[in-house]
Structure formats: C-alpha cells, structure tokens
C-alpha cells in the first residue's frame, strides 16, 4: 500500500479518532506532528493541504484527505479488514447520524468547554498580537468569533452555557441508543463508538464526567470501548506532554468552578446532575 502520512496534534480529538481507526486497522503510518498553537496550521504548506487549517490530514500517495469522519470511512475503504461501518444499511445510517452530529456542533461544543476551562490560559500567555494575528488568521469567521469569545471571557462566554447544554442532550441520545444495543448503531462496534471516545475523555479530563456518571449505560459502554480508545494514545515520545496538558486541564478545571460566572453556574449545576433530556432553563437573575 501507498505511504500513509498523518499530520495531527497529540491533544486533538479530532486527531486521536484517525489515530484509532488506524491502530484497530493495523496500518502504519509516518507522523508529522503540528504544535497549534504556535500556528502551524495556519502556515501556507499545510494549507495548501488543508485549507480550513485544521488537523488532521491524512496523505495516501501524494493525496490528501481532510476532515476526520471522512478519513476513518476513507481507511475503512482502503483497509476494509476489520469493518468500521456495519455492512446493514440501516445501521451504517444509524452510524453516520452520530458522526455527522459532531461535525454540526458536538465537535464546536468540546472545543469551547475546552478553550473556556483549560486552553485559554495557553493563549492568554502569548504575545496579545500574536493571538491577535492567529485570530485574524482563521478562515472561519464563526470559529474566530467562538474563539475570541473564548479567550476574553473564558466561562463567561456566551457559548459556555448552550455548549454544557448541547451534552446534556447528548448523553441523552446515547442512553437511549444504548438501551437499544450493545453499540451506538446497533449490533457492531462501528465508527460511531470510536469517533466518540475521545470526546468522552476529553469531557472527563475537563472535570465534567458527572454527565457520564448519571448514565450508568453510557459508562459501560465506554469501559467496552476503552481497549480501542487506548490505541489513539500518542506514541509514547510525546506522552509525558500529554499527560503533562491533562493534568492542567484537570487542575484548571477544579479551579474554574469556582470561577464560573452566575449566570452560568446555574447551567453548570444543571449538567452536572444531568437530568436526561433536561433543557437548561434561562438564568434566574
Ligand atoms: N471537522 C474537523 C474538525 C477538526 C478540528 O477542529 N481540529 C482542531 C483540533 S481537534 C484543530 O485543528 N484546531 C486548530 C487550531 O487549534 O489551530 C475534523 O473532523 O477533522
């Protein structure tokens, strides 16, 4: 087979999804690795790969192919052995509504979380007009506004609230699918269950796992898919940097509930008891 070459970041979820879908396909693949939020993204090379300027890229022969959901249905083309997509076309739909979902907000709603409680402090760090200039770099005027709103206002950013409100309603899909079958499309281990993972750990390392904990059947479904969420852990060169970038985030976020703004607290509080379903209401003062 043609060489594989990956560009991806260790702390991306984006990034690890692609990175299971290829250690459960048992493929190689070369490793470049971009550092975010020095900008690499954003240097005219890797646009010329990818013009959203967002990792990962997948290059198989020369070509390359963007956007994660469509890289793991890419390997599971090329590398059909084990299957990722359940052959039943019901449930092969059933998966791809769950992948889809992520790129229509779950994806949006991690990022912010994770920018309000735990990454702003990498960029606030930074040289103001070099934030600045990688703001005014982004191609994507609504990621720029929810970034911006990030790094000013942290958990007091407008996006905070509809971002916890948007995983209520996820972990509520879940259980119900769940309750359903052993897998999130039904009977099979599917790209649905893996491209999930990572925003799960994530969801965890932020401090906001209570979600998961109000959904007994959500849990169990993550410890059956934890031997497959292992293999998207970075080589071990860089793990220490991991590990190192999750303490902090688990630190910071102990930390930012205390900091968290009134009118958001009471959504925060709402999450974290997780009433399946429940709409967040409207701040009470
Ligand atoms: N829909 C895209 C989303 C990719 C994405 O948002 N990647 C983030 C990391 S998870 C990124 O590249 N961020 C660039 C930056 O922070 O500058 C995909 O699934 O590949």
Redesign the pocket.
């Known amino acids: 087979m043609d060489e594989l070459i990956l560009y991806h ?1 260790d702390m ?4 690890a999804k692609v990175r299971m879908a290829l250690a459960e396909k048992g493929m190689e693949w070369e490793s470049v690795h971009l550092d ?1 939020r020095a ?1 690499d ?2 240097r005219s090379e890797y646009v010329a790969l990818n013009p ?5 890229t997948l290059v198989h022969g020369g070509r390359a192919v ?4 469509v ?1 793991c249905e890419y390997l599971d083309d090329i590398q059909p052995e084990p299957p990722l997509r359940p052959a039943d076309a019901y449930a092969r739909a059933r998966m791809r509504l769950w992948t889809k979902q ?2 229509e907000g779950v ?1 949006a709603a991690v ?1 912010t979380l994770g920018l309000c409680i735990a990454f702003r402090d990498q960029y606030l760090a930074r040289d103001p007009e070099e934030v600045q200039r990688y703001l005014a770099n982004l191609v994507d005027p609504a990621r720029r506004q929810r970034i911006a709103h990030a790094l000013e206002f942290g958990m007091d950013a407008p996006g905070f609230a509809p971002a916890l409100e948007r995983f209520v309603r996820l972990f509520a899909d879940m259980d119900a699918a769940l309750a359903r079958g052993p897998w999130l499309a039904g009977a099979a281990y599917s790209l649905a269950d893996l491209a999930y993972a990572p925003y799960l750990a994530r969801l965890e390392h932020l401090g906001l796992d209570d979600m998961e904990k109000a959904h007994p059947r959500v849990g169990e479904w993550r410890a059956r898919g934890a031997r497959l969420a292992a293999s998207g852990e970075p080589e071990p060169t860089r793990a220490s940097t991991v590990e190192r970038g999750v303490r902090r985030q688990r630190a910071l976020a102990g930390d930012a509930r205390a900091l968290v703004h009134p009118l958001n607290r009471r959504a925060l509080a709402l999450t974290l008891r997780a009433p399946a379903g429940a709409a967040i209401a409207g701040p009470t003062q």
């Open positions: 970041n991306s979820v984006c990034s975010l900008g993204a954003q959203s300027q967002l990792v990962p963007i956007e994660s959901n890289i992520l790129d994806h990022s």
